[in-house]
């Protein structure tokens, strides 16, 4: 099955590819992060990403970086946590799922089900609604129990690990 994975950054990813790799799936990363703030935390992540890809031979499509895109996703609610969150989960996902569907994925998931800072419930319900506004299907992992790994492999692999989900209200919570 082709599998398109919204991707937010490396340590995550690692998390999710053990269980991934041993399933029957095509993964491509998808990184489309336009809440990812300053720019320059972006292009770390998206460097590090690059190199985990390398070493697990997955592909990596890049979205375009809008923090535009971002700050309308979430008008009105900058300062209001978790409100905000939703609004950014729509955008990233949305464009996954219209990506996966344009392009004959067989399904998207995302790799923000592994973290146990992330609204797992949230998440889902808005990849359910997406799977049926679109057509495509959306794979349900509970990756949270992986979180630790993913964060241990990255730190044995020297992977950049952030503090921060990525969007500048996060930046000091």
Same mark, same amino acid.
């Given at each position: 099955?082709?599998?398109?994975?919204?991707?937010?950054?490396?340590?995550?990813?690692?998390? #999710?590819?053990?269980? %991934?790799?041993?399933?029957?799936?095509? #993964?491509?990363?998808?990184? $489309?992060?336009?809440?990812?703030?300053?720019?320059?935390?972006?292009?770390?992540?998206?460097?590090?990403?690059?190199? #985990?890809?390398?070493?697990?031979?997955?592909?990596?499509?890049?979205?375009? $970086?809008?923090?535009?895109?971002?700050?309308?996703?979430?008008? @009105?609610?900058?300062?209001?946590?978790?409100?905000?969150?939703? @609004?950014?989960?729509? %955008?990233?996902?949305?464009?996954?799922?219209?990506?996966?569907?344009?392009?004959?994925?067989?399904?998207?998931?995302?790799?923000?089900? #592994?973290?146990?800072?992330?609204?797992?419930?949230?998440?889902?319900?808005?990849?359910?609604?997406?799977?049926?506004?679109?057509?495509?299907?959306?794979?349900?992992?509970?990756?949270?129990?992986?979180?630790?790994?993913?964060?241990?492999?990255?730190?044995?692999?020297?992977?950049?690990?952030?503090? $921060?989900?990525?969007?500048? $209200?996060?930046?000091?919570?």
């Amino acid at each position: 099955m082709k599998l398109l994975l919204h991707t937010c950054c490396g340590p995550c990813f690692l998390g #999710v590819w053990d269980d %991934l790799s041993q399933k029957d799936f095509e #993964v491509t990363n998808f990184f $489309y992060n336009p809440n990812i703030w300053p720019e320059e935390e972006y292009e770390k992540r998206k460097t590090n990403l690059q190199e #985990v890809a390398k070493n697990t031979g997955t592909r990596i499509i890049f979205g375009d $970086y809008d923090p535009e895109k971002h700050a309308r996703a979430i008008l @009105g609610k900058e300062n209001q946590f978790p409100e905000r969150c939703l @609004g950014c989960y729509r %955008l990233r996902l949305e464009e996954t799922a219209k990506y996966a569907k344009r392009n004959g994925y067989s399904a998207f998931s995302t790799t923000l089900l #592994v973290s146990p800072y992330q609204n797992y419930e949230a998440l889902t319900i808005i990849s359910k609604e997406l799977s049926d506004k679109y057509q495509i299907n959306f794979y349900e992992a509970d990756w949270r129990p992986l979180f630790r790994e993913g964060q241990a492999l990255a730190k044995n692999k020297n992977i950049y690990r952030q503090k $921060y989900c990525g969007c500048k $209200y996060s930046l000091n919570n």
